[in-house]
């Protein structure tokens, strides 16, 4: 899954309208943004392997630390916890722990059984939505319509990058999105890893954007001028 995950981080918005949209893409996608770099170090491993499923010619053998599911708690619990460190804001701690469990959760939707239970384990599991595209493109899609409805309405633009910026955004996340469902297989591993760190820039355009959005909701009611924003 891809701009399904970018859908969660648009919809966090509401239940947390002072956490920058950069730091709830960040949440949403870390197990993403951490395996690149695992795949570098030699840490984790992938195989091209074409017909692995409809979706991706990628064959998910081994990644315990990013996409088991006792992975998946640690690092939400981690961010989560270190924002709360940094913010002593419960509640935004806890969506953010929340949004950034979601990952494996809408993994476990779309891959095949590949996501371990434990780091040793040999238990793994998937409901296998990427064995159909147009299951996956429409589901996604649907997702990433109401994420980005949901922060529309939680959100009003203050400035041009705030109404232009996030429909550029848009644009370039399903952009991606396209483009990864139609292109040919990567070249090798190193070209997944450095391409997946690529993701960063959407976290940054992200946190951008949402510098010259105001919230319009405030979790307690309150007016949204009383709401002190978050510029991470």
Same mark, same amino acid.
């Given at each position: 899954?891809? #701009?399904?995950?970018?859908?969660?981080?648009?919809?966090?918005?509401?239940?947390?309208?002072?956490?920058?949209?950069?730091?709830?893409?960040?949440?949403?996608?870390?197990?993403?943004?951490?395996?690149?770099? +695992?795949? +570098?170090?030699?840490?984790?491993?992938?195989? #091209?392997?074409?017909?692995?499923?409809?979706?991706?010619?990628?064959?998910?053998?081994?990644?315990?630390?990013?996409? @088991?599911?006792?992975?998946?708690?640690?690092?939400? %619990?981690?961010?989560?916890?270190?924002?709360?460190? @940094?913010?002593?804001?419960?509640?935004?701690?806890?969506?953010?722990?929340?949004?950034?469990?979601?990952?494996? %959760?809408?993994?476990?939707?779309?891959?095949?059984?590949?996501?371990?239970?434990?780091?040793?384990?040999?238990?793994?599991?998937?409901?296998?939505?990427?064995?159909?595209?147009?299951?996956?493109?429409?589901?996604?899609?649907?997702?990433?319509?109401?994420?980005?409805?949901?922060? +529309?309405?939680?959100?009003?633009?203050?400035?041009?990058?705030?109404?232009?910026? +996030?429909?550029? %955004?848009?644009?370039?996340?399903?952009?991606?999105?396209?483009?990864? %469902?139609?292109?040919?297989?990567?070249?090798?591993?190193?070209?997944?890893?450095?391409?997946?760190?690529?993701?960063?820039?959407?976290?940054?355009?992200?946190?951008?954007?949402?510098? @010259?959005?105001?919230?319009?909701?405030?979790?307690?009611?309150?007016?949204?001028?009383?709401? @002190?924003?978050?510029?991470?």
């Amino acid at each position: 899954m891809f #701009i399904g995950h970018f859908a969660a981080g648009f919809a966090a918005k509401r239940f947390a309208p002072r956490v920058s949209l950069g730091t709830l893409f960040a949440a949403v996608q870390l197990q993403d943004l951490l395996w690149p770099v +695992l795949l +570098l170090l030699g840490v984790e491993h992938v195989r #091209i392997d074409p017909g692995n499923t409809a979706v991706t010619p990628l064959d998910f053998y081994d990644y315990p630390v990013t996409h @088991s599911l006792v992975g998946a708690a640690v690092i939400a %619990l981690s961010f989560g916890g270190l924002f709360w460190l @940094s913010r002593r804001d419960v509640r935004s701690a806890v969506v953010l722990a929340a949004a950034s469990f979601s990952h494996w %959760l809408l993994d476990f939707a779309t891959h095949r059984p590949d996501l371990p239970l434990t780091y040793g384990g040999s238990v793994k599991v998937g409901l296998g939505l990427w064995n159909s595209v147009a299951g996956t493109a429409v589901i996604e899609t649907g997702m990433f319509v109401l994420g980005l409805a949901v922060y +529309l309405k939680t959100t009003a633009p203050a400035g041009w990058p705030g109404r232009y910026g +996030l429909a550029a %955004l848009a644009l370039l996340l399903f952009a991606a999105y396209v483009t990864n %469902l139609r292109g040919p297989p990567p070249p090798g591993v190193d070209a997944i890893a450095v391409a997946g760190n690529a993701m960063w820039l959407f976290v940054l355009v992200g946190w951008w954007v949402d510098r @010259s959005r105001s919230p319009l909701h405030h979790p307690d009611g309150d007016a949204p001028s009383s709401i @002190s924003r978050d510029t991470q």
